[in-house]
Every structure is written in structure tokens, then in C-alpha cells.
């Protein structure tokens, strides 16, 4: 009995020694491997692991990181010229400072603010920003760019939308009725529609310039209003501008103003039908320009007067002869002399152009402004003189 439990003893000793060799073996493993180039099971674990370790520390961000939590804001519906008002909230996520280093916006109906330009980690900052809508209507979408130090998002985006609306739609907006021969009858419309659950009432239409009649009826099925203008048959030779006034029960559109324009045919055209040579350098030599047009057959320009004496008028048959003209200091122009170029070269190609009248302003003419008329006499019945003001400016500085 004594020899069975003796050799139990030594039994279990031995398979204890070897248990423990063999555990420490494996520490031993990494010297083994290299040896002969076996690889076990819980070398692979080991690598594992340090690996997801490395990984794990390089991701740690050891620079600014810009976050915005609503990068996109609509403002749903908003009267034209009203302002939209919205402030951004942005957060530096980074463990480095943030720097804002400017701030772009797509279009200049944006006005733009921010509180401060740096911000700590964890810290956060406003965008303030300002959309004035002005007179446009419909969907609109604006975008906003935040430049700043963060290298993943050196740029970010964000953006604005919304409706643009108004209580009452016109259309058109403006009334062209274009080149209308004299006693010839002309007529247009606009429609006035009011927006979805508004009910619009027209006070009054009233016309700025006799020349145009104005009448207005609703309709009832389309929920609209209509105006008419109608040109009188009996206006003069000419151009002639005007504006309609639309009065409203509209609070924000109590008075809609409606431009209308147009020219009034015979049988002679002029253009332009003033004159301006604007601010000269006395003693330059000045020339411009004045087309005539015959409109109807048999029509004639007999001949051409100027007053006064220190103008000069030359007629030329041939309108599309190169002529340089101006070849005077301009001291100050204003917008109609400077945008009489373009138009002179679109009449000078019509066929119908017949001739041009050159007029110059003489070296001797005194300082000051000098106002004076060309006189076109022709055959025509309804236009035997057609008189053309000029204006000019003579200065000695």
C-alpha cells in the first residue's frame, strides 16, 4: 500500500516537471522561431495585437478638426428684399488650435461674420451670415466656403436655400411696345397674379404718361387681373417712356410699378435724337456723329442747319464711310454718350440708313456750355423739320 501511493507521488511529480518545462518552452519560442524558422499560432496573436496597438496611436489627431453640425440651413419661404438671418455653430475637434483663415461666399447677396478667427480644442465658433434676397423670386441655393487650418477639411462647405416669394406675380415686368408707325394702333398686357391663398384687390392703375391709356379687369376663372395699354393713335413722332402704377391691398406691394417704352414712327428716324458732346478741352478738334433714316420712299432730305455759329454740320451720302470721330480729350462723359457707340454701328448696317451728318464743335468756340440745334428739313408731310439738340461743355483747365 505504502509502495502504490509512493509511486502516485512520483508519478505526479514527473507530470508536473514536464508540464512546467514544456510552459516554459514557450517563452522561449521567439529565440526558437528565429532558430528554425517555425512560426506558432500564439506568435500570430502577438503580432496581432501589437499591430492594432500602433494602429491605434497613429490615428490620434494631433491637429485642429473643424465640425459643423447643421452644415445645411433652409430658411423655407421669405419675401423678396427681406434679409435671412442664420448663424453657423462650428467646433474645433483637433487637439491644435483652429484657424479660420477667410470666408467665401458664392454670390455678394451674402453678407459674412465670424466671432473670433481661433479657436481652442473643444471649443466652438459662429458664423454669422446675412442673405439680403433683393427683388428675385423662386428657389435659390447659396453656398458658403470655410477656409481654415484643418488638413482633411481645408475647405468646407456649407450651404443656404430657401424660397423667394412675393404676394403679387406681374408679367412682364416691363411693357416694350417697340417701333410703332404713326396713326398705327398698339396694345399690351400684363397679367397680375396673386400667390396661392392671397386674396388680391387692384385699387387703381394709373398711367405716368397721357400717350397710354390704361384699363384692368379681373378673371375670375384664372384668379388674376389683367391691365390693358393702349397707345393713343394720335401721338406725335417720337420716343416716348412712361410708368404704369399698380395700386394693391398688398402690404408689402402696395404700389408695383410697371416701365413701358417705345418710338413712335413717320418718315424720317434720327438717332440719336440728343446730341451730347460732354466736356471738352478747348481748342480739340471734336466731331460726332447723327444717323438718318428714310423710312418710306420718295422721302428726301433737302438740307441741314446748325446754330450755332461755332457748330459745324457736314452731311456724308455714304453712312458706312470710316470716319474716325472724337478725336478730342473727353474731360467727362456721361451714360448716353458713351453708350452711343454700339447703336450707331447697328443703324450704319441697315439698308434703309441713308445718311449721316457730321458736326463739329470749332477750335474757336468761347468756354462754357454751348446749346444749340441741328435742323433737318425734308419732304415729308408729317415731319417737313425734324430739330436735333446739342449739348457741349468747353473748358480751358
Not at 500570430?44 to 501589437?50: A, C, H, N, Y
Not at 447677396?109 to 465670424?114: N, Q, S, Y
Not at 393702349?230 to 406691394?253: A, C, F, P
Request: proline share 5%; net charge neutral.
Amino acid at each position: 500500500m505504502k509502495i502504490f501511493v509512493i509511486l502516485q507521488i512520483v508519478l505526479c511529480n514527473t507530470f508536473l516537471s514536464s508540464w512546467t518545462f514544456s510552459d516554459n518552452l514557450k517563452s522561449y519560442n521567439p529565440l526558437i522561431k528565429k532558430d528554425s524558422g517555425m512560426i506558432s499560432s500564439d506568435d500570430v496573436s502577438e503580432d496581432t495585437i501589437i499591430t492594432k496597438v500602433k494602429n491605434t496611436k497613429s490615428s490620434i489627431k494631433y491637429y485642429p478638426d473643424i465640425f459643423f453640425e447643421e452644415p445645411i440651413y433652409n430658411f423655407g419661404k421669405v419675401y423678396k428684399n427681406e434679409d435671412v438671418e442664420h448663424i453657423f455653430v462650428f467646433q474645433n475637434r483637433g487637439t491644435k488650435e483652429l484657424n479660420i483663415e477667410r470666408i467665401k461666399a458664392s454670390c455678394g447677396c451674402i453678407v459674412l461674420e465670424t466671432t473670433t478667427r481661433n479657436v481652442s480644442p473643444g471649443m466652438t465658433g459662429i458664423i454669422v451670415t446675412i442673405l439680403r434676397s433683393g427683388p428675385g423670386t423662386g428657389t435659390i441655393t447659396e453656398s458658403i466656403s470655410v477656409y481654415s487650418n484643418d488638413p482633411d477639411n481645408p475647405v468646407y462647405a456649407l450651404k443656404l436655400s430657401g424660397e423667394i416669394i412675393e404676394d403679387i406675380k406681374i408679367n412682364p415686368k416691363q411693357v416694350r411696345f417697340g417701333y410703332v408707325s404713326k396713326g398705327e394702333k398698339a396694345q399690351a398686357e400684363v397679367d397680375i397674379q396673386p400667390r396661392p391663398g392671397f386674396n388680391l384687390e387692384i385699387k387703381d392703375v394709373i398711367s405716368s404718361n397721357p400717350v397710354v391709356i390704361i384699363k384692368y379687369k379681373k378673371d375670375e376663372r384664372e384668379n388674376k387681373y389683367i391691365v390693358e395699354a393702349t397707345l393713343k393713335e394720335d401721338t406725335m413722332v417720337g420716343e416716348w417712356t412712361g410708368n404704369i402704377y399698380i395700386l394693391t391691398n398688398s402690404e408689402r406691394q402696395s404700389r408695383v410699378i410697371v416701365p413701358f417704352s417705345g418710338e413712335v414712327l413717320g418718315d424720317v428716324r434720327i438717332y440719336p435724337s440728343h446730341l451730347y458732346f460732354g466736356v471738352i478741352k478747348k481748342g480739340s478738334e471734336c466731331v460726332k456723329s447723327v444717323f438718318i433714316t428714310l423710312l418710306k420712299e420718295k422721302i428726301e432730305v433737302e438740307k441741314v442747319e446748325v446754330q450755332p455759329e461755332f457748330l459745324v454740320s457736314e452731311i456724308v451720302t455714304d453712312p458706312r464711310k470710316n470716319i474716325v470721330e472724337e478725336r478730342h480729350e473727353i474731360l467727362y462723359s456721361n451714360f448716353w454718350e458713351v453708350s452711343t457707340d454700339f447703336p450707331q454701328k447697328k443703324i450704319v448696317g441697315e439698308k434703309k440708313v441713308r445718311l449721316r451728318i457730321l458736326t463739329k464743335v470749332r477750335k474757336d468756340a468761347p468756354v462754357g456750355e454751348i446749346n444749340g440745334v441741328i435742323k433737318v428739313y425734308t419732304n415729308s408731310e408729317i415731319q417737313p423739320i425734324v430739330n436735333i439738340p446739342v449739348s457741349v461743355t468747353i473748358t480751358d483747365e
